[in-house]
């Protein structure tokens, strides 16, 4: 091939992904990227490439506060001491029978943290923000409890049922992949990935939810569920990549999905704005970028205070 | 104009990259004359982005396994000389694209292994910086200020970073080649000279 090699011109897309990482591109630098674009199809590639691993590495936040980039490479035991504290715990909830009797081992994470919770099973439970589990696993069974946020639980094969409790609700799965959702004054939801799950709610009978469905609702008195794309099981899961994706919500419920995951809080006086749809990939911890975002493109005011960014309509010129 | 969404990246950090080793060993062990793996990597990856639409892919690996497959196809057309046994192998690569992906749930289970591997694999500085802006999450100008260094060189050492991790997956683990060539321009342009040769 004539040219600039593979490996120089990853390089010089991985210049391109640290710059749109720092920032969103100004005209000028857009410009340029796109002009490198079109020089060569092995450039939009590289260029791709390079943007992907970029997104991937979002998830090292899961690492969290435990991870020492000064230590040696970590061995497999290290990466199941990942998170702070983690290893201790680890022990004692290895100890399967023993934990039977006791309230189990719980995590948590605070706004705008993600963790990832290896299991002695083999299964493996993400976190997102705010969100807190309790393990309790014992000789005949595995059941975790959801207390408060947003879980997706990664489950391996085992001869003990897998369950997970919420509220109310209670999910039964085999090896499998879901998520659950319990927030504040909201019915529990659960979005199944991969396999399947069957799901009850008080007395209500068990309802098989299969891959690419998801129970909207849950409650003793109702579960609805819904089919739904893979791209949108997807999208639900745009967290695990520090990512908030909106396809249609208004900008009020964006407002307080944001408010999940940082301190600063976004407001937004008049319904009407309230009420606009928005659609699109942003940054889950960077509430004051979405908005600016927001305002660049709906003609309104981003006024940036102290913990909170207020959208309004910008005054007309006197 | 081509220009590459955050959705499209982010779903080809999902769905694509996951399956870069395989493809690359699959490609690798069918060599045909002439085209690099990673060139034709770099052009599969560049027929994704300018899809229109890729949520009606409900197989991405298949998908990417073919698309690699025709580029392949397209190049043994264009070329004069093509032997009895390079069609051959053509005709294998086709097969395989239809294979399950029995693997696909260990991808999910390990990956944080892995990115945790690559990222204390980076050599000293950039895994600092690596690790203030992804783990602890700070911003470009918080870690400039928390390392003493000026923005512009947090900005080159998150760059280095993204080059290496790119080497370190597309052989699904540590590419210590990638590593030890990180720093040296002089090392790259002997590899570029090599690489001429063999062309």
Known sequence: MPGKTASEIDAQAADWAARIDRAPLTETEQAALDAWLAEDMRHLGAYGRARAVAIHSERAAALGSGFRPSAPRPSRRGF?????????????????????????????????????????????VSLNTQSRIRVLYSHDKREIHLEDGEALFDVARDARPFVVRAGETKVLADATAFTVRHLDDQPVQVAVKRGAVSVTAGDKAPVRLLANMRAVETTPERIAVASVTPAEIDRGLAWREQRIAFEGETLGDAASEFRRYSDTRIVIDDPAIAREPITGLFQANDPVGFSQAVAASFGLKADVGDGEVRLHRAKPPT | MTRLSDERALWLSRHVLPHEPALRAWLSKRRIPGLEVDDLVQETYARLIVLENVSAIINPRAYVFQTAYSILINHVRRSRVVSFQTMHDIDQLGVMADEATPEDTLIGRDELYRLQQAISALPGKIRDVFVLRRVKGLSQREVAKSLNLSESTVEKHMSRGFFLLMGAFSHGGNDDSRTSRAW????RTTNARKDSQRD
């Open chain 1, 80 to 124: 199941l001491a990942g998170g702070a504290g983690m290893a201790a715990s680890l022990a004692v909830a290895t100890t399967g029978g023993l934990m039977y009797a006791t309230r189990g081992e719980a995590y948590a994470t605070h706004i705008g943290e993600l963790k990832v919770v290896p299991l002695s099973d083999g299964s493996v």
């Open chain 2, 184 to 187: 040296g321009t002089k090392l």
